[in-house]
């Protein structure tokens, strides 16, 4: 089995496309096979090298890698349709020596005429054959001289194209709709239906998994295999991706490309998980699985026809699954960029990250994506007791809170650092015997003098983490984080005024 991913690199990875690569490495990954990957550049004029390595380096990401292709190499080189220009040149002229194919004059103003024509008339537009009987010699002549031509396909007349579509059962076409396919333009370059089938053939692809835009395409490049004499893979034509409105899924849902689900800090195996959810089970009524798992399950028969939507929601559900598997030095190392444009973390030590390997994963613990970590720990790198108190609610707490304030300051001053739970659960319980307090009453002035925030992490995790990240002192490339004593002092001041 030998299946390929092929994108055009004029843009960024949409994640439909990238369900597309996922579901082609899953069943090649699943069976043995071998998963290809092939640039489409031929569009010269929004094709780019960085889009390229942006595609790359998502799929990368996503943990697809490629057994053959660009990067690679392989025996069915070259991997970018920019380097085989003459692959289809030469397999162009074969069709125009056995009749199967001729040069078309046509300028486009006349083809935009014609196209138009045949809409107002309720017919679907096609190539009406205007250069069809040119005789061969003097088409060749005409080209010669350097009139501008386009190489298209006979479409024999009068046809059913039909196949069977593994998603889709069989599908039916009247060759009769589809017009002479463009093969090479006029500048030499290939269209997107002849290259495919050039490129897959001459690849040993045998099973084409796509999604259901292209099935249209499918009878011309049938026609096309059959012209060659070569035998055709085996197509499955998956639904798009959709957005909550069901609309094809666009930029007015919000992210759409891997990049940007990726710099919002979804974990690779969330995303790959969950796209692999969208028109396709696992079974047994399992969704959270590994990539690895999912492969083995993967069944090409069982992906259904109905659309996937794309729902944040869910998306946001399987990565805070993967949030609490991840280790501590993997978060921490993930969270650098996001504190880094908050100006708190410069370029951590081993030390600064041993610290954030103890800070982070509490508070990845309860967001949906890493970009919202800044908020759950601004009471540890940002913390202010006067930008506290100027909120009215907490002022108006502080106040009534007195008792608890001052006898958590003094309490903490010269103590030990309450570097763990116990530690910490021991001064409160000297506070509680001191105030008579308990529960909220106790605890919630607590919060508010220690992290300057109503709400957040649970203390028991906070305070360690405020101890530990004071011990540095400022260094370890993180900024320097006022300890718990300083907290209370500093708070108890500011109430003080």
């Not at 439909?16 to 640039?39: C, E, K, M, Y």
């Not at 003459?86 to 194919?101: D, I, T």
């Amino acid at each position: 089995m030998r299946v390929r991913f092929a994108p055009s690199p004029t843009g960024q990875l949409h994640v439909g496309n990238a369900r597309t690569a996922l579901f082609n490495w899953l069943l090649a990954r699943g069976s043995g096979g071998t998963f290809v990957l092939r640039i489409e550049d031929t569009d010269v004029e929004r094709s780019t090298p960085e889009s390229e390595r942006a595609i790359l380096e998502d799929l990368r990401w996503l943990g697809l890698d490629w057994d053959e292709g660009v990067e690679k190499g392989g025996e069915h080189g070259p991997y970018r349709q920019s380097e085989r220009l003459h692959v289809y040149r030469a397999h162009a002229v074969e069709l125009l020596s056995r009749g199967q194919a001729y040069r078309c004059f046509c300028p486009p103003e006349q083809l935009e005429m014609d196209r138009y024509g045949a809409l107002r008339q309720g017919l679907p537009p096609k190539y009406v054959g205007r250069c069809r009987t040119i005789p061969e010699r003097e088409a060749r002549a005409r080209a010669e001289r350097g009139e501008p031509a386009v190489i298209r396909f006979r479409v024999p007349e009068g046809r059913d194209v039909v196949f069977g579509d593994v998603v889709r059962g069989e599908v039916r076409f009247s060759s009769d709709v589809i017009g002479d396919p463009v093969l090479i333009r006029s500048d030499g370059t290939p269209a997107y239906n002849y290259a495919v089938v050039v490129d897959d053939a001459l690849m040993g692809i045998t099973h084409v998994i796509r999604g259901e835009d292209h099935l249209s395409n499918t009878p011309r490049q049938l026609l096309l295999y059959e012209a060659f004499g070569w035998p055709p893979p085996l197509f499955a034509h998956v639904s798009l991706v959709l957005g909550p409105d069901h609309g094809v899924l666009s930029k007015r849902h919000g992210a759409t490309s891997v990049a940007e689900f990726r710099a919002r800090g979804y974990l690779p195996e969330a995303l790959a998980n969950y796209l692999a959810l969208l028109g396709w089970s696992p079974g047994d009524g399992e969704e959270l699985l590994p990539i690895d798992e999912l492969a083995r399950r993967f069944r090409l028969e069982h992906v259904g026809r109905s659309a996937g939507v794309f729902d944040v929601e869910k998306l946001a559900w399987v990565n805070r699954h993967y949030l609490k598997l991840a280790a501590p030095e993997r978060l921490a190392r993930l969270a650098v960029p996001y504190l880094q444009r908050e100006g708190w973390v410069g370029e951590p030590s081993d030390a600064g990250l041993a610290f954030l390997a103890r800070a982070v994963p509490p508070a990845a613990g309860s967001v949906d994506r890493l970009e919202q970590l800044p908020d759950r720990l601004r009471f540890l790198f940002d913390y202010s007791a006067t930008r506290a108190l100027d909120d009215e609610t907490i002022r108006a707490e502080a106040e009534s809170a007195r008792q608890v304030i001052g006898g958590l300051a003094e309490e903490l001053t010269g103590s030990a650092p309450l570097l763990d739970r116990e530690t910490f659960r021991a001064v409160v319980m000297r506070l509680r015997d001191r105030t008579g307090l308990k529960g909220r009453p106790l605890l919630h002035p607590i919060r508010l003098v220690l992290t300057g925030e109503a709400e957040g992490l649970e203390l028991d995790a906070a305070v360690p983490a405020i101890e530990l990240g004071a011990l540095l002192g400022g260094e370890g490339g993180v900024r320097r984080i006022p300890s718990a004593a300083e907290r209370a002092v500093t708070f108890r001041a500011a109430l003080n005024g």
